[in-house]
């Protein structure tokens, strides 16, 4: 199953031994009330523009299409996906447990580990490289005996949903609607497969963080990264946003599919297999899910004036898609 080739979900490893000892969840916070964007945050107008694909480059479950026009109100979204140390500021001052440390274990991809922990960590039976490790989190994204040392400025990753929101509320804003994730990774272009046009390598130059090789056998870091990139290793898109496809999956505030929409892809993403590293293409995952693929960006309303019947008036969005 080709879905679950990119982040796999929290269940599909219990099912195959993986489960261990759940301690009590986070609390989700609220919001801290009247927060501005942070300086650094890029601020855009919103408008019309138009979402989705009619390419066919996708899988035909994942909706992809028709393309529609969508109507997003002004917001502010970070520059960049949550870092490492900003992760840890979070954590730090608010205590909290990620959902990988709740349950025990999170995904890693197996040739990222020892070949003696790879050969007995539980598998996801319809990704066999998705490897179910104990003591993976966003501490030690291999598991035991790795570190964040050298990764201070790449995604914090073993993040779920309920872990990206909780950050997003105590940096007074919240995770993206899928249609403000989609305008904001276009940057301004329209109908383009990529934040910077319709060619993958532009001039033979790299410009996203993916898989360059035989998947699942062998990443040939022909871009010079096999795992996580620094966040700002590639330019930023015409709105000034870094890294919209690839690096890591982005986490939406949607619910499609019984689980939470994830945009961008990853640094696992290959053609032969998902082909979701383009601006139309989405999946999802469960709230809890985790993996070393799988971080967030967050973006924070701006206050706009008063509607002329005299009620606030927020930024809203709308999509087309269903559930």
Known sequence: MKGRCCSPGRHAADADGAAGRVAEASPLRAPRPGAEPPPHAVRLPGGAFLMGSDERLGHPDDQEGPVRTVTVGPFAAAATTVTTVQWAAFVEETGHVTDAERFGWSHVF??????????????VRSAPWWCAVRGADWRRPEGPGSTLAGREDHPAVHLSWRDARAWCAWAGGRLPTEAEWEYAARGGLENARYPWGDALRPGGEDRC?????????????????????????YAANGFGLFQTVGNVWEWCADPWRGGRVIKGGSFLCHDSWCNRYRVAARSANEEDASAANAGFRCVWDIPVPDTPEGGPHRAWTATSHKE
Do not use: C, M, Q, S
């Open 110 to 123: 197996h040739l990222h580990l020892p070949p003696a922990v790879a050969a007995r960590a539980p598998r």
């Open 209 to 233: 963080n993916i898989w360059r090789g035989d998947f699942p056998h062998g990443d040939e870091a022909a871009d010079g990264w096999a795992g996580t990139a620094p966040v700002t290793t």
